[in-house]
């Protein structure tokens, strides 16, 4: 998959908050015209991700890119995936940078990979997607690098998608007297699935039943989660059922053997960075 690349103004940003005003160590210290190379290597098991945009900062800051991997690459411990050659100022400028970027996406790409791996070992058609709740102001990187790990963004905002909490619904009177208009609703909207999401059992059967493209459940145990999704597909047979809330690496197996169509969770956002090695040498 050819992901796409943060825009410039991204990349300039990153730069800024790091180096508004120079390096002051290198200019004193005098080496700042001395050519050398950095080079970016894992400590561990990794799926890389912005390594094109790592590769950009050093660019900018004056560096030449000798060598990368792309994003969505799984490498393992050892491996030298970028680098870079150009004078000590331009390398130390961009140094911190581009790991910091490397080793909070790819941790991502890392995290999400697990989790779609286990899932599609218990159901090789699942949907593994991510919620918007990534840190304010990550975003773009949070998304290439859940796609780099092989899963896609469940929703990228609110603009484009219809998802029907009862938060909505409440203006509406309730569940019932949202659905009653329900048909006046996809035909407002013909080219968006409609997404409602359910507390019980007994909600996402009435939700099928009454012509949602998606019935969400959030925290819904297993064990109750493969009786609906058998009903609704048995039912409803055009109705997909999502699952949400609390699922990760060490669950999605099993909630994936529930039979639901779609994972969607938000827990590859969260944890620790990837360990990525740098040396830079004259």
């Known amino acids: 998959m050819i992901l796409y690349q943060l825009p410039d103004s991204d990349i300039e940003r990153f730069i800024e908050e790091d180096v508004p005003y ?5 200019s ?5 015209e001395q050519q050398g190379t950095i080079t970016f290597t894992s400590r561990h098991h990794t799926v890389l991700s912005c390594t094109e945009e790592a ?3 050093l660019e900018k800051c004056g560096a030449t890119v000798i060598s990368r991997l792309p994003s969505g690459t799984e490498v393992e411990a050892g491996t030298a995936f970028l680098a870079a050659s150009g004078s000590a100022m331009s390398l130390h400028a961009g140094w911190k940078v581009a790991m910091n970027i490397l080793e909070y996406a790819s941790g991502i790409a890392t995290r999400t990979a697990k989790v779609v791996r286990a899932a ?14 990534s840190f304010p ?4 990187v949070a998304i290439k690098s859940i796609m780099a790990g092989g899963a896609l963004p469940h929703r990228l905002g609110i603009s484009e998608t219809i998802l029907v ?23 407002r909207a013909p080219e968006n699935k409609v997404i409602v999401e359910a507390d019980t059992t007994e909600e996402a059967m009435i939700i099928a039943s009454a012509g949602a493209d998606v019935v969400q459940v ?19 047979p055009g109705v ?5 809330g609390g699922i990760n690496a060490d669950n999605a197996a099993l909630y994936a053997g529930t039979g639901v169509d779609i994972l969607v969770l938000s827990s590859v956002y969260f944890g620790k960075p990837a360990d990525i090695g740098v040396v830079i040498q004259p």
């Open 22 to 26: 120079g390096d002051l160590t290198t």
């Open 28 to 32: 004193l210290l005098g080496i700042g």
């Open 55 to 57: 590769g950009r900062v």
């Open 120 to 133: 599609r070992s218990a159901n090789p058609g699942i949907s593994i997607v991510t919620t918007r709740k």
């Open 137 to 140: 102001g990550t975003k773009k």
């Open 165 to 187: 909490f009862r938060q909505h619904t409440a203006f509406l009177g309730g569940l019932e007297q949202f659905l009653d208009q329900l048909v006046q609703l996809k035909a």
């Open 218 to 236: 959030d925290k819904m145990p297993p064990d109750q989660l493969t009786v609906l999704a058998s009903e609704i597909h048995r039912k409803f």
């Open 240 to 244: 997909r059922v999502s699952a949400a």
